[in-house]
């Protein structure tokens, strides 16, 4: 707990943002050499001036460490910083990844392979039946979905992936020993034990508005793409946007009804050139070159669909085209590629350069 307890420390500090932070760390070493720099030595640092260096010399880390750290251990909570190996290595890419991460739950392998899905609070019945179902697809395929655990679109996100039987990440925007909005007591202990929440953000932070917009940050920053729902025109979930564009993650929009408020923000992303899906299918297929990169998912969690099972039985060893394999299945090939990709994501199928598949 020695090292994890300057970390900790030093990311309460006041003042020290995760920019500042990594260049303290870069500068002393450790985050211990930077809490017990001199003030002509901290002088040195760019970005930090005589008022920081003043609250630094003056802050008492080691009681605040300890302080921090036996509250986390009461709530089974644990930490994360850039130096474990679970902390997301998406997240690890980004401009100002937090050099901490308070953590309830666990990341898992198949975490590398996350897609954020997130919208309106107050989502029509159509943004709401729309998320359930995109997650519930992306869930199954072996996609993490990642969302806010606000309320609408987000606990939307939440539920369908848990549905699947696949993992869920939640992203607060306040300490992890708060549960906002307090409706979400049950969804939050359900994504804690089938994924994991997480936050930056110090314990007993309260869920203040302009801690929502960095928290975006997290949730782009985890994922592969980001997937809006429903969205106004001032939506937080355009920020969400914004922040996967400048991290260059995919943006996808789910189209609406164009007399719909709530849909104003989406239509305008697809005009803006994000990509228009309708379905988890329509995602995973834009994205496949990357999960092809990630770490390969663990062992699929469901039994196979019974459309999966028949279809696996048609292939071989050897190598068969599509269009073989819709000869044989009976089946269309629009219906035959969704069922394939479903089948390759879970590791049961390779796809071959000319459209050819075997079984693994």
């Not at 930090?48 to 630094?56: A, D, E, M, Q, R």
């Not at 806010?148 to 939640?170: F, N, Q, Y």
């Not at 939506?235 to 789910?254: D, H, K, N, P, W």
């Not at 990169?293 to 663990?298: D, L, R, S, Y």
Request: hydrophobic content about 40%; glycine content about 10%; proline content about 7%.
């Amino acid at each position: 707990m020695g090292d994890l307890y300057h970390w900790v420390a030093l990311s309460m500090a006041p003042g020290v943002g995760c920019v500042l932070f990594k260049r303290l760390v870069e500068a002393f070493g450790s985050p211990e050499g930077a809490l017990k720099a001199s003030s002509k030595d901290l002088g040195r640092i760019e970005g930090i001036g005589p008022k920081v260096i003043t609250s630094l010399r003056r802050y008492d880390w080691k009681s605040t460490a300890e302080k921090e750290l036996r509250s986390l251990e009461k709530i089974e909570g644990r930490i994360l910083t850039w130096e474990d190996d679970e902390y997301p290595p998406n997240l690890k890419e980004i401009y100002d990844p937090p050099p901490v991460l308070y953590l309830l739950g666990m990341f898992a392998p198949r975490d590398h392979r996350g897609v954020a899905v997130v919208g309106s609070r107050n989502p029509t019945t159509y943004g709401k039946i729309a998320a359930e179902k995109i997650a519930f697809g992306l869930g199954k395929l072996g996609i993490t979905v990642v969302s806010g655990l606000a309320r609408g679109v987000d606990s939307g996100a939440h539920r369908g992936a848990l549905a699947s039987g696949g993992r869920t990440v939640g992203v607060l925007g306040c300490g992890i020993d708060l549960i906002y909005p307090p409706e979400n007591r049950d969804l939050f202990k359900q994504v804690a034990g089938q994924g994991a929440v997480i936050s930056e953000f110090p314990l007993k932070t309260p869920p203040d508005s302009d801690h929502f917009p960095i928290r975006n940050r997290l949730i782009s920053g985890i994922s592969l793409g980001v997937v809006v729902v429903e969205a106004t025109l001032r939506s937080g979930s355009l920020i969400t946007a914004r922040f996967a564009l400048e991290q260059g993650r995919e943006v996808y929009a789910l189209p609406g009804n164009v007399d719909s408020a709530r849909s104003e923000g989406t239509n305008r992303l697809i005009k803006q050139g994000a990509k228009l899906v309708m379905t988890a299918e329509d995602i995973v297929e834009e994205i496949l070159p990357h999960l092809r990169q990630a770490p390969p998912p663990e062992p699929p969690q469901l039994k196979l669909s019974p459309e999966e099972d028949r279809l696996l039985s048609v292939l071989e060893r050897e190598a068969l085209h599509i269009d073989a394999i819709a000869v044989r299945s009976g089946w269309p090939i629009a219906k035959v590629s969704a069922v394939l990709l479903a089948l390759e994501l879970a590791g049961h199928v390779k796809q071959l350069p000319g459209m050819r598949f075997l079984k693994t």
